[in-house]
């Protein structure tokens, strides 16, 4: 089997009690079967205090929080229990592997880490470089359907390949590179829903791949997005928060940086919400790559998976609608520190969004919802605005 990672997934380390926002509050931990069985067989007093705090529900079995939303075993120092008293190898499988995330598709397993660790938002946003990939061969019997020999596959693939390049295509604006990803979106979800044959969907995803490596017809798009800007972006944005407002409510820190960028957009009319668009713009200058590597994150974490489902639209609307988001609030948070903007407050919206939305199947699944309910993210009125907006 082959495992590809990104460049930085072996440097992780946890930071334990000096993490800003522990993994250890705020939501139930799902406990594996395997580590249930382990845990209600242990003998002495730890073991009976792990039963005494596994909650059984329809769904599974769970850790116990307090009052306080803590995992039961999590310490006045922010220390696992489980952890000193047993060692990692105590953990059930969630605890053991977050962040670390992963998909199957036969012969490859892609593997990465998620965003909603403090840490990791650390180590991909430190740094300028381009994000990139390794790859290494495992010993391992497949499991389930091999997707890989498909040549669908294949063709998804290379155009994921491709759109790789446009992301980190730093000649592009921000926005330009995020439009540019709608409108292919688009079109491969077209196919995808207009044609059930694999070889002939395979041939249009070919031609697709031809198309945005062309770099005179990446140009001729842009220029024509350019041609019809509007000015919606503030409503826009407004609209969304709007949605977003309504999910459920994963962190409290994510809650009060919310409701101070909801404050900020209310406060700003038009006019000068744009010119503080632009200041801000001006300010961060190169620093903007970390929107490069938010976009790099979001496809290699969800595109390869509408080979499973079909959906490759919504979910390209989520890594937008994060850009977006995210954004904002660096935007807002900057402009109430009075010009005052540091990696700590860029790495904070990061993983605070992630924690909120990717981390909760119920948010994730409205965001789907109103994502193809909802007619402002339709390709057009989506690409107006991110040309606004970044």
């Known amino acids: 089997m082959k495992v590809r990672v990104p460049h930085y997934f072996d440097q992780f380390s946890c930071t334990g009690s000096r993490c800003p926002d522990t993994c250890c509050v705020g939501w139930m931990i799902e406990i594996d079967e395997a580590s249930y069985q382990r845990f209600m067989s242990m003998e002495g007093e730890f073991g009976e205090r792990i039963r005494k705090n596994i909650l059984e529900r329809e769904d599974g079995h769970f850790f116990a929080l307090n009052e306080n939303g803590r995992c039961a075993f999590l310490n006045e120092k922010n220390l696992c229990e489980m952890v000193i008293k047993m060692g990692d190898a105590g953990l059930c499988s969630l605890c053991d592997n977050y962040p670390r995330v992963g998909v199957e598709f036969g012969d490859l397993r892609e593997m990465g880490l998620s965003l909603s660790c403090p840490e990791v938002s650390r180590l991909v946003f430190s740094s300028s470089k381009p994000i990139c990939f390794g790859e290494w ?15 669908l596959f294949t063709s998804l693939m290379d155009l994921r390949d491709v759109l790789f390049g446009i992301l980190q295509n730093r000649e592009l604006s921000i926005g330009g590179r995020a439009s540019l990803y709608i409108m292919m979106a688009s079109r491969l979800q077209n196919i995808l829903d207009e044609d059930s044959d694999e070889m ?11 198309k945005f490596s062309d770099g005179g017809y990446l ?18 944005v407004k609209g969304v928060m709007k ?21 900020w957009l209310e406060k700003n009319q038009t006019d000068v919400y744009q010119e503080k668009h632009e200041k801000f713009r001006e300010f961060y200058g190169e620093k903007e790559y970390v929107y490069e590597h938010l976009m790099v994150y979001y496809v290699y974490r969800y595109f390869m998976k509408m080979i499973f489902d079909g959906d490759i639209y919504s979910r390209a609307v989520l890594c937008v609608m994060a850009l977006v988001v995210i954004h904002e609030m660096n935007v807002a ?25 990717e981390h909760c199947e119920e948010n994730m699944e409205r965001l789907s919802e109103e994502i193809w309910e909802n007619v402002m993210y339709q390709p057009q009125s989506l690409i107006d605005n991110l040309t606004n907006i970044l």
């Open 137 to 151: 061969f495992k010993e391992e019997e497949i499991q389930g359907t091999d997707y890989t020999k498909d040549v």
């Open 200 to 210: 002939k969907m395979s041939e249009k995803v070919q031609k697709l791949s031809e």
């Open 219 to 236: 140009k001729k798009s842009l220029d024509a997005i350019k041609g019809c800007r509007m000015e919606l972006s503030r409503e826009f």
């Open 243 to 263: 949605f977003l407002d309504g999910l459920e409510i994963v962190n409290q820190k994510w809650l009060d940086l919310f409701h101070m960028t909801m404050e």
């Open 333 to 357: 948070v900057w402009d109430g520190q009075k010009g005052s903007f540091g990696l700590e407050e860029q790495i904070r919206a990061m993983y605070l969004f992630s924690k909120e939305i």
